[in-house]
C-alpha cells in the first residue's frame, strides 16, 4: 500500500476542515479529488506531502497519513525523498533551487547520480507527452509562463522517480487537448507503478477514481 490515511481531522482555526478521514491508495491509482472551494483539497494535498505539520500548522490534528508505511506526521519530509512529488498551481518557485531548468537539472543529476543513458531515456519519455521542455529548458524561471513552470517542475519530479505525484488545480489554464496529454501521462505513470492525486473542478474523467472532499467528509467513488 502506496498511502493509507487514518481518521484523519484537521482545523486551521476551532471549526474542523474535515473530520475522520480513512482511504488508501495503491500503485496505479489515479484520483481526481474534487469538492467546492474551502473545502481542504489543497490541504489535504499538504499533509499527504508533509507541507503540514512540517512547514505550516493548524490548530487541530488528529489521526495519522502513512506513506510506504511511514508516518508523514512524525517523520520529516526528507526521510520519504524521492518518494512524493507536490506540485502546486501558485509559488512553483519555492520548489525549484536555480535560475533555469538545465541548471535545475544538472543539479539533481548530480546528487541522484542519474547517467546521460538514463537522462536521455527519461527525458524521451517525457516529451512524449510535453515535447515543448526544449524550447524553454535555458530561459530563467522566473520568466517562464505558470504552465512551463508546472511543466519543468514536473520534469524535475519524474528525474528523481517519485512514486506518489500530487497535482493541485495544476490543470486550469491548460487548453482541452492539453489537458488530455496531462491525463496520458497520469495513466502513463500509473502503468509504471506510480500514483496520482490530482485536484480538478472539471467533471469526473473518466477512466480515473473520485474522492469528494463534502460536509468535512471524503468521499470515495
Request: glycine share 4%; net charge negative.
Amino acid at each position: 500500500m502506496l498511502l493509507h490515511i487514518e481518521n484523519l481531522t484537521f482545523g486551521w482555526q476551532k471549526d474542523t476542515l474535515f473530520e475522520g478521514i480513512n482511504c488508501r491508495l495503491e500503485k496505479n491509482d489515479i484520483i481526481q479529488l474534487i469538492g467546492e472551494n474551502g473545502t481542504g483539497k489543497t490541504t489535504l494535498l499538504n499533509l499527504i506531502s508533509g507541507m503540514i505539520p512540517h512547514f505550516n500548522r493548524g490548530s487541530m490534528l488528529e489521526g495519522d497519513i502513512y506513506v510506504n508505511g511511514c508516518s508523514m506526521l512524525k517523520v520529516s519530509p526528507k526521510n520519504l525523498f524521492p518518494t512524493i512529488a507536490l506540485i502546486p498551481c501558485v509559488n512553483l518557485e519555492l520548489f525549484l533551487l536555480t535560475e533555469t531548468l538545465s541548471q535545475e537539472i544538472l543539479l539533481t543529476r548530480s546528487i541522484l547520480k542519474i547517467d546521460a543513458n538514463q537522462f536521455n531515456k527519461q527525458l524521451k519519455d517525457f516529451m512524449m507527452f510535453f515535447p515543448d521542455i526544449p524550447e524553454f529548458i535555458n530561459l530563467p524561471l522566473k520568466e517562464l509562463h505558470i504552465n512551463q513552470k508546472i511543466l519543468a517542475l514536473t520534469f524535475i519530479f519524474f528525474l528523481q522517480n517519485c512514486r506518489l505525484y500530487l497535482f493541485d488545480e495544476v490543470l486550469a489554464d491548460f487548453s482541452e487537448s492539453l489537458i488530455q496529454q496531462w491525463y496520458a501521462f497520469f495513466k502513463w505513470l500509473s502503468s509504471k507503478g506510480c500514483a496520482v492525486i490530482f485536484v480538478d473542478h472539471q467533471q469526473h474523467a473518466e477512466g480515473f477514481l473520485q474522492w469528494i472532499l463534502k460536509d468535512k467528509k471524503l468521499i470515495q467513488l
